[in-house]
């Protein structure tokens, strides 16, 4: 294929109800082009960011492809408004990024009913019946991956503390039944508490230092993601615990430098971009007839102080 650079139209002006959460299109002039939408679950989670940008600038290399791009800002009903969007707009495929596990499901209905090919990527939804394929990670593995990384650590005994993703949403449902599935296999592994920070490295850090003026002997921190372990490990630095182990998932440049500083012990790679790039290219599979698998696997990968060099990337 031959390629050229597309320019990247920052959305200025627009209409509510054609371009909520609208932050970016890869403009094309006529002639053939495949309109693809892709809406992501919260751009303000960085792991989510380096998803939408790598696209947007994967897209800039094809010469055949429009890309439409916008930020559910966490929030199922603009995820589904913009589902309504990109029909109204004429996209030939739609990639949702899904925030709520269920919520999400609605938009994908949106799709199917307008008779536009729907996947996911990055994060399954309820009723995968619905979509035409998954191109992501396994967020169940990823949760398995980090709590036996910690019982390793903790040669299968201890008092642990579990830092939650929001209630519900996709990626903190699979990774929590992650953790679950490898604590069965731990019975003297003692969860001591598990509470939502909704994501957020500030609501995790709170959470832990409210968890230690309880007086508790905690001897691992388990977080379903890297702003809530950094948060985690904060508070506990500040407690004069560093040594504790707080693992994280997604592999975050800042987790990453943390895990080589010998603060955080370990963070589970989501190779974000990798997601991205494979979600366009299925997306033109599709766009074009041609048949595709039922699922796209991009592996998580384990980040450790032996390895951290490997991930850096600033």
């Known amino acids: 294929m031959n390629k050229k650079m597309m320019r990247v139209i920052l959305s200025t002006t627009m209409s509510a109800a054609m371009c909520i959460g609208m932050v970016s299109t890869v403009s094309a002039a006529d002639g053939g082009k495949i309109k693809i939408g892709l809406t992501d679950a919260n751009m303000s989670n960085e792991s989510n960011a380096i998803f939408s940008n790598a696209a947007i600038e994967y897209a800039k290399t094809m010469d055949n492809v429009e890309l439409i791009v916008n930020d559910g800002e966490g929030d199922a009903n603009k995820q589904i408004a913009q589902c309504e969007s990109f029909v109204a707009q004429g996209c030939d495929v739609v990639i949702i990024s899904p925030y709520d596990f269920d919520g999400a499901v609605t938009a994908a209905q949106v799709c199917v009913d307008a008779g536009v090919p729907v996947f996911v990527a990055k994060g399954i939804i309820a009723d995968m019946d619905l979509v035409q394929t998954y191109v992501g990670s396994n967020d169940v593995d990823a949760g398995e991956m980090e709590m036996e990384y910690i019982a390793d650590k903790l040669d299968g005994k201890g008092n642990i503390v579990i830092i939650e993703g ?149």
């Open 166 to 314: 929001p209630t519900g949403v996709t990626g903190a449902v699979l990774r929590n039944d992650g953790i679950q599935n490898v604590l069965e296999e731990y019975p003297d592994i003692n969860v001591l508490y598990s509470q939502p920070a909704d994501w957020y490295r500030d609501k995790a850090m709170e959470l832990m230092e409210n968890w230690l003026q309880l007086g508790a002997d905690i001897d691992a921190v388990v977080a379903h993601n890297d702003e809530m372990a950094l948060g985690a490990y904060d508070a506990l630095e500040a407690a004069g615990k560093g040594d504790i182990p707080v693992i994280g998932i997604d592999g975050i440049q800042a987790a990453v430098k943390s895990v080589g500083e010998g603060k955080m012990s370990a963070s589970i790679l989501q190779d974000s971009k990798s997601i991205a790039e494979k979600a366009l290219d299925v997306a033109v599979q599709i766009a074009n007839g041609e048949e595709i698998e039922d699922t796209y696997d991009i592996p998580y990968q384990v980040i450790t102080q032996d390895n951290y060099e490997d991930f850096l990337t600033e």
